[in-house]
């Protein structure tokens, strides 16, 4: 028997062991925020340039032509991109709000070519606008409650039809196509606005309350929304119809919204309390903010004037640059005349093992939320799993339509692990731009369809932390 029970033991410490080996990447590394160090980005000089024609002609949805992006098979053949050529990249582009502009020279410290690939495209070819695959899987926020709280109000509509994401009190990150086509500015940017949804009244309504005092650990509106809305579409990823309508009526109402396969969101529990094993207490809580949000307020969007627009020189097509208009830097910064007053979402950099990690987006797609000027405005939600990857793009099919370009591509990870072991709180971060549809080359030669997103790399991320901070001190690490 003391041979049997010391075998035993062995085993169970073995299986432990494995366990801890295999359980780990999930655990530990791919479900949390790590550390990195930046490259250090410095300007080197600034010269001015001409006023802007604002010629650019907005791409025809229709009819257009658009490049074929090489693939990560095609990538992964092309040497890495020196420092010089990194340098020149990230070279930008600044437009003042009285339409002078000038152009920027940077230098990089810290540089790792590995982290950086080199752009390449083969011939275009009519572009299918389908951005759409299979099962419409959006879900469209309606309920004003709901798209005024975190993190759907970080979505913000740009007066050029795309959407961005608010990345501080006075920025926005958007695609650089939506204010410019590669050779100059789009007509529509001489007045260029950011639209943010707000209550129509000044008054805050506070949520979770009970006996004057918030419940501690409540999360917002919008989030629990959000994680309600990624649990129901594990079975189904799709709903018809508008999401979060304010409930009205009794249990009998929600038995029969439930039938007709239209579940009101804010009848559902939280990720977290399911994961949990939550039980019907958690339900009264979700009943008390449903509660505490009536009557419903009007959201309106509270327009705000665009100070300055920074676009990287990768994107800018000029006659010295050998390559044509790069994809991979896809995306452009606008600062706000004034700050706002409410929540934003940080930028990150997505660990780099966690391609199939699931990536969440919110936009004004056109076909969904026309802006109608009635308290009617809506917010589109998506999320979805990215089905690869290369160094600066995430091949995925999340559904889309014209309107999303710009919106922001944000990852849910722990953060680190606080004192004495303790789970580190989930943290929303984005790690993208929605650039649209695009074919892609794949092995072979075959063209394959996608909607893609531009990565925040780390020499991206040094360049996006610079024209908010414009101090190298606060952009050493993310």
Not at 161 to 186: Q, R, W
Not at 269 to 274: H, K, N, Y
Not at 451 to 478: F, M, S
Request: proline share 4%; charged share 25%; glycine share 10%.
């Amino acid at each position: 028997m003391g041979f049997n029970h010391y075998l035993c033991l062995l085993l169970c410490a073995v299986a432990l062991t494995v366990s801890e080996v295999f359980g780990k990447d999930e655990n530990t590394e791919v479900r949390r925020w790590t550390r990195q160090s930046l490259p250090v980005l410095l300007d080197t000089h600034t010269e001015p340039l001409n006023t802007p024609l604002f010629s650019g002609q907005e791409e025809d949805e229709h009819g257009g032509r658009t490049e074929t992006l090489c693939g990560i098979e095609c990538q992964s053949s092309l040497p890495p991109m020196d420092q010089t050529e990194q340098e020149r990249i990230l070279g930008y582009e600044t437009m003042n709000e009285n339409g002078t502009r000038t152009h920027t020279d940077v230098s990089l410290w810290g540089f790792n070519e590995t982290s950086a690939g080199t752009p390449a495209h083969s011939p275009a070819r009519t572009r299918r606008k389908r951005q759409v695959y299979g099962a419409d899987g959006r879900f469209v926020i309606s309920d004003s409650h709901f798209i005024t709280n975190y993190p759907f109000s970080t979505a913000v509509r740009l007066s050029t039809g795309c959407s961005g994401v608010l990345i501080s009190p006075k920025h926005v990150l958007t695609a650089a196509h939506c204010i410019h086509n590669g050779k100059d500015y789009l007509e529509s940017t001489r007045r260029l606005r950011v639209g943010v949804l707000q209550l129509k009244t000044k008054m805050i309504t506070r949520v979770g309350r009970r006996g004057g005092r918030r419940r501690s650990g409540m999360k917002e509106v919008g989030e629990i929304v959000e994680e309600q809305i990624m649990e129901e579409g594990e079975e189904k990823n799709s709903l018809d119809g508008d999401v979060a309508r304010g409930r009205q009526g009794g249990k009998g109402r929600r038995r029969r919204v439930r039938k007709e396969g239209k579940e009101d969101v804010a009848d559902h529990r939280s990720t977290g309390d399911l994961e949990r094993g939550g039980g019907r207490g958690n339900q009264k809580s979700i009943s008390r903010i449903r509660r505490s949000a009536e009557p419903r307020k009007e959201s309106v969007f509270r327009w705000t004037r665009v100070k300055q627009t920074k676009v990287p020189q990768g994107w800018i097509h000029t006659k010295s640059s050998a390559s044509s208009v790069s994809p991979d830097y896809n995306y452009a910064l606008l600062e706000l005349r004034r700050p706002l007053k409410q929540k934003y979402m940080e930028l990150g950099v997505a660990p780099s093992a966690t391609p199939s990690a699931r990536i969440h987006f919110s936009g004004y797609d056109f076909d969904k939320s026309l802006l109608d000027g009635r308290g009617n405005e809506k917010v589109v939600y998506r999320f979805c799993s990215v089905a690869n990857q290369s160094n600066d793009l995430m091949y995925q099919h999340c559904d889309a339509q014209q309107g999303a370009t710009g919106a922001g591509v944000y990852v849910r990870l722990r953060k680190a692990a606080g004192d004495g072991g303790r789970k580190g709180k989930w943290q929303r971060r984005v790690i993208g731009v929605f650039s649209g549809h695009q074919w892609v080359e794949g092995e072979g030669g075959e063209q394959r369809e996608f909607n893609v997103a531009v990565r925040i790399t780390p020499p991206k991320y040094a360049q996006i932390c610079h024209w908010i901070h414009g101090d190298p001190n606060l952009c050493k690490e993310v």
